[in-house]
Protein backbone atom coordinates (compact mmCIF):
# COMPACT_ATOMS: atom_id res chain seq x y z
CA UNK A 1 0.00 0.00 0.00
CA UNK A 2 1.52 3.40 -0.62
CA UNK A 3 1.44 6.14 1.75
CA UNK A 4 -0.85 8.14 -0.06
CA UNK A 5 -3.69 5.62 -0.02
CA UNK A 6 -3.47 5.49 4.28
CA UNK A 7 -6.23 7.22 6.01
CA UNK A 8 -6.20 9.99 6.84
CA UNK A 9 -4.46 10.50 3.66
CA UNK A 10 -4.05 14.66 3.73
CA UNK A 11 -1.70 13.97 6.79
CA UNK A 12 0.09 11.21 5.36
CA UNK A 13 0.80 13.17 2.05
CA UNK A 14 1.85 15.89 3.74
CA UNK A 15 4.25 13.77 5.96
CA UNK A 16 5.64 11.77 2.89
CA UNK A 17 6.13 15.75 1.27
CA UNK A 18 7.60 16.62 4.27
CA UNK A 19 10.01 13.68 4.41
CA UNK A 20 11.36 14.18 1.14
CA UNK A 21 13.16 17.40 1.98
CA UNK A 22 16.25 16.83 4.63
CA UNK A 23 16.11 18.28 8.11
CA UNK A 24 18.63 17.54 10.47
CA UNK A 25 19.16 19.75 13.40
CA UNK A 26 20.82 22.85 12.74
CA UNK A 27 20.81 22.31 9.01
CA UNK A 28 16.90 23.43 8.69
CA UNK A 29 17.29 25.69 5.62
CA UNK A 30 15.85 23.73 3.34
CA UNK A 31 12.65 22.73 5.65
CA UNK A 32 12.30 26.21 6.21
CA UNK A 33 12.60 27.15 2.77
CA UNK A 34 9.81 24.50 2.35
CA UNK A 35 7.02 25.45 4.81
CA UNK A 36 7.68 28.90 3.91
CA UNK A 37 6.72 28.44 0.36
CA UNK A 38 4.18 25.91 1.75
CA UNK A 39 2.47 28.86 3.76
CA UNK A 40 2.44 31.16 1.08
CA UNK A 41 1.00 28.86 -1.55
CA UNK A 42 -2.37 28.96 1.02
CA UNK A 43 -2.10 32.88 0.36
CA UNK A 44 -1.47 32.85 4.25
CA UNK A 45 0.60 35.19 6.29
CA UNK A 46 3.85 33.49 6.65
CA UNK A 47 6.65 35.06 8.39
CA UNK A 48 10.30 33.22 9.43
CA UNK A 49 11.36 35.11 12.33
CA UNK A 50 15.12 35.94 13.02
CA UNK A 51 15.88 32.22 14.35
CA UNK A 52 14.58 30.62 11.78
CA UNK A 53 11.46 29.62 12.90
CA UNK A 54 8.17 30.32 10.84
CA UNK A 55 4.40 31.30 11.79
CA UNK A 56 1.76 30.81 9.45
CA UNK A 57 -1.38 32.51 10.44
CA UNK A 58 -4.69 31.41 9.57
CA UNK A 59 -8.33 33.48 10.23
CA UNK A 60 -11.12 31.50 11.81
CA UNK A 61 -13.42 30.02 9.92
CA UNK A 62 -17.20 31.29 9.78
CA UNK A 63 -19.14 31.45 12.99
CA UNK A 64 -15.64 30.41 15.38
CA UNK A 65 -14.77 34.07 15.09
CA UNK A 66 -15.29 34.48 19.07
CA UNK A 67 -13.51 30.99 20.59
CA UNK A 68 -9.96 31.63 21.68
CA UNK A 69 -6.72 31.41 19.68
CA UNK A 70 -5.52 28.49 19.30
CA UNK A 71 -1.50 28.15 18.72
CA UNK A 72 -0.60 24.90 16.88
CA UNK A 73 3.09 24.03 17.10
CA UNK A 74 5.63 21.00 15.92
CA UNK A 75 9.58 21.47 15.34
CA UNK A 76 11.08 20.70 12.13
CA UNK A 77 14.34 18.86 12.68
CA UNK A 78 14.30 15.67 13.29
CA UNK A 79 17.03 13.03 14.52
CA UNK A 80 19.24 11.33 12.37
CA UNK A 81 20.48 8.41 13.15
CA UNK A 82 21.22 4.89 10.80
CA UNK A 83 22.46 1.74 11.98
CA UNK A 84 25.90 0.96 10.61
CA UNK A 85 25.01 -0.93 7.24
CA UNK A 86 23.21 1.48 5.73
CA UNK A 87 24.58 4.45 3.60
CA UNK A 88 22.53 7.44 3.46
CA UNK A 89 23.01 11.06 4.07
CA UNK A 90 20.37 12.79 5.87
CA UNK A 91 21.38 16.19 4.90
CA UNK A 92 21.01 15.22 0.77
CA UNK A 93 18.68 12.33 1.03
CA UNK A 94 14.95 12.32 1.70
CA UNK A 95 14.01 9.80 3.94
CA UNK A 96 12.80 6.01 2.63
CA UNK A 97 9.78 4.70 3.60
CA UNK A 98 7.83 1.13 3.95
CA UNK A 99 4.05 0.22 5.39
CA UNK A 100 4.56 -2.93 8.03
CA UNK A 101 1.14 -3.74 9.11
CA UNK A 102 -0.38 -1.27 11.33
CA UNK A 103 2.54 0.87 11.13
CA UNK A 104 5.31 3.04 8.93
CA UNK A 105 8.87 2.89 9.44
CA UNK A 106 12.23 4.18 7.80
CA UNK A 107 14.52 1.84 6.02
CA UNK A 108 17.41 1.37 7.95
CA UNK A 109 17.42 5.00 9.60
CA UNK A 110 14.86 7.11 11.85
CA UNK A 111 11.57 7.81 10.58
CA UNK A 112 11.51 11.35 11.42
CA UNK A 113 7.47 10.99 13.04
CA UNK A 114 9.10 12.89 15.83
CA UNK A 115 7.87 15.52 15.12
CA UNK A 116 7.23 15.11 11.66
CA UNK A 117 4.03 13.28 12.05
CA UNK A 118 2.82 17.19 14.25
CA UNK A 119 4.35 19.31 11.43
CA UNK A 120 2.22 17.51 8.37
CA UNK A 121 -0.82 17.23 11.23
CA UNK A 122 -1.10 21.45 11.67
CA UNK A 123 -0.32 21.62 7.71
CA UNK A 124 -3.23 19.08 6.70
CA UNK A 125 -6.01 22.40 9.12
CA UNK A 126 -3.78 25.21 7.25
CA UNK A 127 -4.60 23.97 3.98
CA UNK A 128 -8.44 22.64 5.11
CA UNK A 129 -11.22 24.50 3.77
CA UNK A 130 -14.06 22.16 5.69
CA UNK A 131 -12.60 21.98 9.37
CA UNK A 132 -13.90 24.28 12.02
CA UNK A 133 -11.58 26.31 14.14
CA UNK A 134 -10.62 29.65 15.80
CA UNK A 135 -8.39 31.89 14.81
CA UNK A 136 -4.72 29.82 14.40
CA UNK A 137 -1.32 30.47 14.80
CA UNK A 138 1.00 27.58 13.46
CA UNK A 139 4.55 27.64 14.90
CA UNK A 140 7.13 25.45 13.45
CA UNK A 141 10.08 25.98 15.55
CA UNK A 142 13.66 24.69 14.31
CA UNK A 143 16.56 22.53 16.33
CA UNK A 144 14.10 20.87 19.26
CA UNK A 145 16.68 18.15 19.20
CA UNK A 146 20.28 19.57 19.57
CA UNK A 147 19.29 22.70 21.62
CA UNK A 148 15.84 23.93 21.29
CA UNK A 149 17.49 27.21 19.88
CA UNK A 150 14.14 28.00 18.26
CA UNK A 151 12.16 28.19 21.00
CA UNK A 152 14.63 30.12 22.86
CA UNK A 153 15.12 32.33 20.21
CA UNK A 154 11.31 32.98 19.75
CA UNK A 155 10.71 36.65 21.13
CA UNK A 156 7.59 37.54 23.23
CA UNK A 157 4.87 39.58 21.22
CA UNK A 158 5.14 37.48 18.36
CA UNK A 159 2.23 35.46 19.07
CA UNK A 160 -0.70 36.19 20.06
CA UNK A 161 -2.78 32.72 20.63
CA UNK A 162 -4.59 32.11 24.15
CA UNK A 163 -4.08 28.40 23.82
CA UNK A 164 -1.11 26.31 22.59
CA UNK A 165 -1.47 22.63 21.38
CA UNK A 166 2.02 21.02 21.15
CA UNK A 167 1.82 17.85 18.81
CA UNK A 168 4.49 16.49 19.66
CA UNK A 169 4.21 13.81 22.36
CA UNK A 170 3.91 9.92 21.53
CA UNK A 171 1.56 8.17 23.44
CA UNK A 172 -2.23 8.17 22.08
CA UNK A 173 -4.03 8.18 24.82
CA UNK A 174 -2.03 11.02 26.86
CA UNK A 175 -2.55 14.45 27.55
CA UNK A 176 0.76 15.87 28.74
CA UNK A 177 0.84 18.81 30.66
CA UNK A 178 4.40 19.02 32.12
CA UNK A 179 7.45 18.04 30.75
CA UNK A 180 11.66 17.92 32.36
CA UNK A 181 13.74 20.52 31.56
CA UNK A 182 17.57 19.73 30.33
CA UNK A 183 21.29 20.37 30.37
CA UNK A 184 24.28 19.49 28.20
CA UNK A 185 27.12 18.32 30.12
CA UNK A 186 30.23 17.89 27.97
CA UNK A 187 33.54 16.82 29.04
CA UNK A 188 36.83 17.05 27.35
CA UNK A 189 40.66 16.32 27.83
CA UNK A 190 43.43 16.58 25.61
CA UNK A 191 46.34 13.87 26.22
CA UNK A 192 50.08 13.23 24.92
CA UNK A 193 50.60 10.04 22.89
CA UNK A 194 52.67 7.50 22.71
CA UNK A 195 53.71 4.53 20.55
CA UNK A 196 50.98 1.28 22.10
CA UNK A 197 52.92 -1.29 23.91
CA UNK A 198 51.34 -3.82 23.27
CA UNK A 199 49.13 -5.72 21.30
CA UNK A 200 45.52 -4.42 19.72
CA UNK A 201 42.11 -5.62 20.27
CA UNK A 202 39.03 -4.37 19.38
CA UNK A 203 36.07 -4.19 21.57
CA UNK A 204 32.47 -3.28 19.68
CA UNK A 205 28.97 -3.12 21.15
CA UNK A 206 26.39 -3.27 18.72
CA UNK A 207 22.13 -4.62 18.54
CA UNK A 208 20.95 -2.37 21.12
CA UNK A 209 17.61 -0.79 20.93
CA UNK A 210 18.80 2.53 21.61
CA UNK A 211 15.88 5.04 21.94
CA UNK A 212 15.03 8.11 23.43
CA UNK A 213 16.81 9.26 26.22
CA UNK A 214 13.70 10.70 28.31
CA UNK A 215 11.13 8.99 27.44
CA UNK A 216 13.00 5.63 27.13
CA UNK A 217 15.16 6.07 29.59
CA UNK A 218 13.70 4.08 32.81
CA UNK A 219 13.12 0.92 30.55
CA UNK A 220 16.31 -0.59 30.95
CA UNK A 221 18.14 -0.81 27.70
CA UNK A 222 21.90 -0.71 27.47
CA UNK A 223 24.02 1.72 26.67
CA UNK A 224 26.84 1.01 24.19
CA UNK A 225 29.15 3.05 25.90
CA UNK A 226 28.31 2.19 29.80
CA UNK A 227 28.84 -1.46 28.34
CA UNK A 228 32.21 -0.60 26.53
CA UNK A 229 33.07 1.10 30.44
CA UNK A 230 32.75 -2.20 32.18
CA UNK A 231 34.32 -4.20 29.92
CA UNK A 232 37.63 -1.44 29.88
CA UNK A 233 37.51 -1.13 33.60
CA UNK A 234 37.19 -5.36 33.94
CA UNK A 235 40.43 -5.23 32.04
CA UNK A 236 42.63 -2.89 34.26
CA UNK A 237 42.53 -5.72 37.03
CA UNK A 238 45.63 -8.00 35.23
CA UNK A 239 46.51 -5.43 31.95
CA UNK A 240 47.72 -1.89 32.20
CA UNK A 241 45.55 -0.51 29.64
CA UNK A 242 46.72 1.57 26.32
CA UNK A 243 43.45 3.33 24.86
CA UNK A 244 43.83 4.12 21.32
CA UNK A 245 40.77 5.33 20.04
CA UNK A 246 36.78 5.42 21.38
CA UNK A 247 33.88 5.86 19.13
CA UNK A 248 30.41 5.59 21.02
CA UNK A 249 26.95 6.73 20.88
CA UNK A 250 25.81 10.06 18.90
CA UNK A 251 23.25 12.33 19.71
CA UNK A 252 22.92 13.82 23.18
CA UNK A 253 19.02 12.93 22.92
CA UNK A 254 19.32 8.93 21.85
CA UNK A 255 20.62 6.27 23.94
CA UNK A 256 23.80 4.97 22.37
CA UNK A 257 23.39 1.44 20.47
CA UNK A 258 26.64 0.93 19.41
CA UNK A 259 30.14 1.40 20.03
CA UNK A 260 34.06 0.59 19.34
CA UNK A 261 37.46 0.66 21.53
CA UNK A 262 40.83 -0.03 20.27
CA UNK A 263 43.11 -0.55 22.89
CA UNK A 264 46.92 -2.18 23.46
CA UNK A 265 47.51 -4.55 25.81
CA UNK A 266 50.54 -6.97 26.96
CA UNK A 267 48.67 -10.53 26.64
CA UNK A 268 45.96 -9.75 24.15
CA UNK A 269 44.88 -13.58 23.85
CA UNK A 270 44.31 -13.61 27.49
CA UNK A 271 42.35 -10.42 28.06
CA UNK A 272 40.44 -11.36 25.44
CA UNK A 273 39.25 -14.85 26.95
CA UNK A 274 39.18 -13.55 30.12
CA UNK A 275 36.53 -10.80 29.30
CA UNK A 276 35.16 -13.05 26.71
CA UNK A 277 34.15 -15.76 28.98
CA UNK A 278 33.51 -13.88 32.37
CA UNK A 279 32.27 -10.25 31.83
CA UNK A 280 30.64 -10.40 28.49
CA UNK A 281 28.93 -13.68 28.99
CA UNK A 282 27.11 -11.87 32.44
CA UNK A 283 26.29 -8.91 30.25
CA UNK A 284 24.94 -10.77 27.74
CA UNK A 285 22.90 -12.36 30.49
CA UNK A 286 22.19 -9.30 32.27
CA UNK A 287 20.26 -8.41 28.91
CA UNK A 288 18.97 -11.04 27.25
CA UNK A 289 15.10 -10.24 27.82
CA UNK A 290 15.58 -6.36 27.38
CA UNK A 291 18.42 -6.35 24.56
CA UNK A 292 18.17 -9.51 22.57
CA UNK A 293 19.88 -8.88 19.70
CA UNK A 294 23.37 -7.70 22.06
CA UNK A 295 26.47 -8.48 20.34
CA UNK A 296 29.39 -7.66 21.97
CA UNK A 297 32.93 -8.88 19.46
CA UNK A 298 36.43 -8.99 21.17
CA UNK A 299 39.37 -10.02 19.26
CA UNK A 300 42.46 -8.86 17.80
CA UNK A 301 43.27 -6.42 15.77
CA UNK A 302 45.59 -4.06 14.14
CA UNK A 303 46.46 -0.11 13.86
CA UNK A 304 49.73 2.22 13.25
CA UNK A 305 47.74 5.18 15.16
CA UNK A 306 49.36 6.23 19.01
CA UNK A 307 47.90 5.64 22.66
CA UNK A 308 46.94 7.05 25.28
CA UNK A 309 49.45 6.64 28.20
CA UNK A 310 48.70 3.85 30.58
CA UNK A 311 48.33 6.72 33.51
CA UNK A 312 45.91 8.72 31.42
CA UNK A 313 43.99 5.51 30.01
CA UNK A 314 43.01 4.35 33.66
CA UNK A 315 41.91 8.05 34.38
CA UNK A 316 39.61 7.66 31.31
CA UNK A 317 38.29 4.44 32.25
CA UNK A 318 37.78 4.80 35.60
CA UNK A 319 35.35 8.31 34.87
CA UNK A 320 33.42 6.12 32.03
CA UNK A 321 33.26 3.27 34.98
CA UNK A 322 31.65 6.45 37.39
CA UNK A 323 29.46 8.25 35.40
CA UNK A 324 25.58 7.97 36.06
CA UNK A 325 23.64 6.88 33.40
CA UNK A 326 20.19 6.12 33.69
CA UNK A 327 17.27 7.02 35.99
CA UNK A 328 18.86 9.64 38.86
CA UNK A 329 15.62 10.10 40.84
CA UNK A 330 12.11 8.93 40.98
CA UNK A 331 9.78 12.16 41.20
CA UNK A 332 7.94 11.25 44.66
CA UNK A 333 5.04 13.86 43.64
CA UNK A 334 4.31 12.14 40.57
CA UNK A 335 3.67 8.27 40.23
CA UNK A 336 5.63 6.60 38.04
CA UNK A 337 7.28 9.84 36.69
CA UNK A 338 11.61 10.27 36.43
CA UNK A 339 12.33 13.03 38.18
CA UNK A 340 16.23 13.24 37.05
CA UNK A 341 18.65 11.03 34.42
CA UNK A 342 21.50 11.34 32.79
CA UNK A 343 22.06 10.08 29.36
CA UNK A 344 25.53 9.21 28.28
CA UNK A 345 25.66 9.90 25.13
CA UNK A 346 28.52 10.39 23.02
CA UNK A 347 32.46 9.08 23.72
CA UNK A 348 34.53 10.07 21.52
CA UNK A 349 38.78 9.43 21.93
CA UNK A 350 40.48 9.92 19.08
CA UNK A 351 44.59 10.89 18.64
CA UNK A 352 44.63 11.84 22.68
CA UNK A 353 41.44 14.28 22.10
CA UNK A 354 38.55 12.99 24.30
CA UNK A 355 34.86 14.43 24.23
CA UNK A 356 32.08 12.93 26.55
CA UNK A 357 28.65 14.27 25.98
CA UNK A 358 25.96 13.94 28.66
CA UNK A 359 22.19 15.05 28.68
CA UNK A 360 20.82 15.42 32.05
CA UNK A 361 17.53 15.95 32.61
CA UNK A 362 14.87 16.69 35.46
CA UNK A 363 11.50 18.64 35.93
CA UNK A 364 13.02 19.87 38.98
CA UNK A 365 15.74 22.38 38.94
CA UNK A 366 17.97 21.41 41.93
CA UNK A 367 17.79 18.24 40.94
CA UNK A 368 18.92 18.48 37.28
CA UNK A 369 21.73 20.65 39.39
CA UNK A 370 23.02 17.99 41.60
CA UNK A 371 22.96 14.85 38.73
CA UNK A 372 24.99 17.72 36.57
CA UNK A 373 27.17 18.32 39.15
CA UNK A 374 27.87 14.78 40.03
CA UNK A 375 29.20 14.29 36.86
CA UNK A 376 31.27 17.25 36.91
CA UNK A 377 32.37 16.06 40.10
CA UNK A 378 33.92 12.96 38.79
CA UNK A 379 35.21 14.14 36.06
CA UNK A 380 37.00 17.05 37.68
CA UNK A 381 38.38 14.23 40.05
CA UNK A 382 40.03 13.09 37.28
CA UNK A 383 41.75 15.92 35.69
CA UNK A 384 39.26 16.53 32.62
CA UNK A 385 37.94 19.98 32.14
CA UNK A 386 33.74 20.42 32.30
CA UNK A 387 30.96 22.82 30.59
CA UNK A 388 27.57 23.17 31.29
CA UNK A 389 25.51 24.50 28.07
CA UNK A 390 22.02 24.45 26.77
CA UNK A 391 20.41 24.75 29.73
CA UNK A 392 16.43 24.63 29.19
CA UNK A 393 13.55 25.01 32.10
CA UNK A 394 10.77 22.36 32.72
CA UNK A 395 7.17 22.82 32.41
CA UNK A 396 5.35 23.03 35.77
CA UNK A 397 1.95 21.00 35.06
CA UNK A 398 -1.50 22.91 35.53
CA UNK A 399 -4.04 20.12 35.82
CA UNK A 400 -6.84 22.44 36.37
CA UNK A 401 -6.64 24.75 32.92
CA UNK A 402 -9.59 25.26 31.06
CA UNK A 403 -8.10 23.16 27.91
CA UNK A 404 -6.96 20.46 30.06
CA UNK A 405 -10.64 19.83 31.09
CA UNK A 406 -11.90 20.39 27.63
CA UNK A 407 -9.93 17.61 25.99
CA UNK A 408 -10.29 15.34 28.81
CA UNK A 409 -14.08 15.58 28.96
CA UNK A 410 -13.92 15.10 24.50
CA UNK A 411 -11.75 12.17 24.46
CA UNK A 412 -13.85 10.26 27.17
CA UNK A 413 -16.96 11.37 25.34
CA UNK A 414 -15.45 10.46 22.04
CA UNK A 415 -13.50 6.81 23.03
CA UNK A 416 -15.48 6.17 26.23
CA UNK A 417 -12.06 5.47 28.54
CA UNK A 418 -10.23 8.16 30.72
CA UNK A 419 -7.18 9.59 28.87
CA UNK A 420 -3.74 9.59 30.92
CA UNK A 421 -3.16 12.94 32.42
CA UNK A 422 0.44 12.91 32.96
CA UNK A 423 4.03 15.17 32.79
CA UNK A 424 6.71 13.21 30.79
CA UNK A 425 10.48 13.06 31.08
CA UNK A 426 11.12 14.35 27.67
CA UNK A 427 12.12 17.77 26.56
CA UNK A 428 9.20 19.36 25.25
CA UNK A 429 9.72 23.81 23.73
CA UNK A 430 6.33 24.14 26.21
CA UNK A 431 8.61 25.29 29.42
CA UNK A 432 10.61 27.48 27.39
CA UNK A 433 7.86 29.19 25.36
CA UNK A 434 5.58 30.15 28.07
CA UNK A 435 8.77 31.74 30.00
CA UNK A 436 7.73 34.42 27.56
CA UNK A 437 4.09 33.58 27.19
CA UNK A 438 3.40 32.97 30.68
CA UNK A 439 -0.48 33.61 30.15
CA UNK A 440 -0.67 31.16 27.63
CA UNK A 441 -2.10 27.34 28.80
CA UNK A 442 -0.39 24.96 27.03
CA UNK A 443 -1.36 21.41 26.32
CA UNK A 444 0.67 18.55 24.41
CA UNK A 445 -0.52 15.16 22.79
CA UNK A 446 -0.06 13.29 19.50
CA UNK A 447 -0.34 9.73 17.87
CA UNK A 448 1.65 6.70 18.94
CA UNK A 449 4.89 6.25 17.65
CA UNK A 450 7.71 3.73 19.15
CA UNK A 451 11.43 3.91 18.87
CA UNK A 452 11.36 7.89 18.45
CA UNK A 453 14.96 9.15 18.11
CA UNK A 454 16.31 5.06 16.75
CA UNK A 455 16.45 3.68 13.27
CA UNK A 456 13.69 1.50 14.40
CA UNK A 457 11.42 4.46 14.98
CA UNK A 458 7.69 3.50 13.59
CA UNK A 459 4.44 5.35 13.38
CA UNK A 460 1.23 3.81 14.53
CA UNK A 461 -1.37 4.28 11.16
CA UNK A 462 -4.55 3.33 13.22
CA UNK A 463 -3.01 5.98 16.07
CA UNK A 464 -2.99 8.77 13.47
CA UNK A 465 -6.55 8.28 12.57
CA UNK A 466 -7.66 8.57 16.74
CA UNK A 467 -5.38 11.71 16.89
CA UNK A 468 -6.61 13.24 13.54
CA UNK A 469 -10.14 12.94 14.76
CA UNK A 470 -9.68 13.78 18.36
CA UNK A 471 -7.42 17.41 17.32
CA UNK A 472 -10.52 18.57 14.99
CA UNK A 473 -12.74 17.56 18.00
CA UNK A 474 -10.48 19.89 19.84
CA UNK A 475 -10.48 22.68 17.85
CA UNK A 476 -14.17 22.88 17.18
CA UNK A 477 -14.94 22.65 20.76
CA UNK A 478 -12.51 25.67 21.71
CA UNK A 479 -14.12 27.84 24.41
CA UNK A 480 -15.20 31.20 23.56
CA UNK A 481 -12.76 34.32 24.68
Known amino acids: MELSNIEPQIIWKNFSKLNAVPRPSKKEEKVIAFIKEFGESLGLETIVDGVGNVIIKKPATAGMEDRKSIVLQSHLDMVCQKNNDVTFDFETEGIKMEIDGDWVKAKGTTLGADNGLGVATIMSI ?40 NLDTEEDDEIDIGCAGGIDVTVT ?6 ASKGQIVRIEVKGLQGGHSGMDIHKGFGNANIILGRL ?7 ENIQLISIDGGGLRNAIPREGVALIS ?22 FATVEPHLQINIEHSTTSEKAVSEADSKKIILVLKSLHNGVYRMSPDVKDLVESSNNVARVELKGGSLKILNLSRSSVDSSKDSVSEQLKSVSELAGMNVEFSGSYPGWKPKPGSEIVQLMEKLYIDKFKEKPQVVACH ?3 ECGIIGANYPAMEMVSFG ?24 LKDILANIPKK
Do not use: C
Request: glycine residues 8%.
Open 189 to 194: QDYQTE
Open 126 to 165: LESSDIPHPDLEALFTIDEETGMTGAIGLQPGQLTGEILL
Open 265 to 286: VRNAQEFIEEVTTGLKKEILEE
Open 232 to 238: LYKGLAK
Open 447 to 470: PTIRGAHSPEEKANIPSSQKFWSF
Open 426 to 428: AGL
